[in-house]
């Protein structure tokens, strides 16, 4: 089963707020994954993080692998209406099973303008 | 390009059939993936596998079906045993990072 813990589960903010999620699991992870899914569509990849400590950015989103392998951060600033979604994340928890890939539930986001 | 792509986009079925859900991929990867999503929620495994002629349940496999014949190719099958279908299903492949196809969304009518 999932061994992600994704949290907020839902997030409801003023256009031009920044927003902060999390995922945190109770074994150690060696990749974590952020991806966000519009309405009807299937997620698309946000970031992707390969070591401990890194800190990725990709436009106003950054998210960091946390030093612990247990955890991670997606981070979005100044958001905007188009950032409304369902964001994922996703870890590998094993180096020997390069297929074994689990997701948290989600943080559904709600931008109001 | 390359991708992954489900068909179809939407798919109705009745009561007491079998459907089967396509999932096709040219990125070369070896595991591919089955998920269910329900409305308001996240995604759960239904079935992977992770190279030809073999696969693994996932945490809801009851009710499903599959096959790898070709590594491009993970048909679902969602069979008569499977009490409540109506969901969204998502296929992905995975080769370091996983991609997903555009979803099929299912409704028993």
């Known amino acids: 089963g999932q061994q992600l813990n994704q949290s907020p589960q839902s997030m409801f903010i003023q256009e031009g707020e920044d927003v902060s999620m999390n995922c945190t699991s109770s074994?150690?992870?060696?990749?974590w994954l952020w991806y966000k899914q519009d309405p009807g569509e299937g997620p698309v990849l946000l970031i992707a993080?390969?070591?401990?400590?890194e800190l990725t950015s990709n436009g106003r989103l950054t998210a960091q692998f946390g030093i612990t392998r247990k955890d991670s951060f997606l981070n979005i600033s100044a958001s905007i209406p188009s950032d409304v979604g369902i964001y994922f994340c996703?870890?590998?928890?094993?180096?020997?099973?390069?297929?074994?890939?689990?997701f948290g539930a989600g943080t559904r986001l709600t931008v109001k303008p | 390009d390359g991708g992954i792509t489900q068909s179809p986009k939407y798919l109705f079925r009745k009561e007491g059939q079998n459907v089967t859900l396509s999932c096709e991929q040219n990125?070369?990867?070896?595991?591919m993936y089955w998920y269910r999503q329900d409305p308001g929620q996240g995604l759960r495994l239904i079935y992977y596998?992770?190279?030809?002629?073999?696969?693994q349940k996932g945490d809801i496999a009851e009710g499903y079906s599959v096959s790898r014949e070709k590594k491009e190719s993970f048909p679902l099958t969602v069979t008569s045993a499977q009490k409540n279908p109506t969901a969204f299903y998502l296929c992905?492949?995975?080769?370091?990072?996983?991609?997903f196809g555009q979803g099929t969304r299912l409704t028993v009518v």
């Open positions: 996703a870890g590998r928890p094993s180096l020997n099973n390069n297929n074994d890939m689990r």
């Open positions: 074994s150690i992870f060696n990749t």
């Open positions: 993080l390969y070591k401990a400590g």
């Open positions: 990125l070369n990867h070896d595991a």
């Open positions: 596998s992770q190279i030809v002629n073999d696969f």
């Open positions: 992905a492949s995975h080769g370091g990072s996983a991609f």
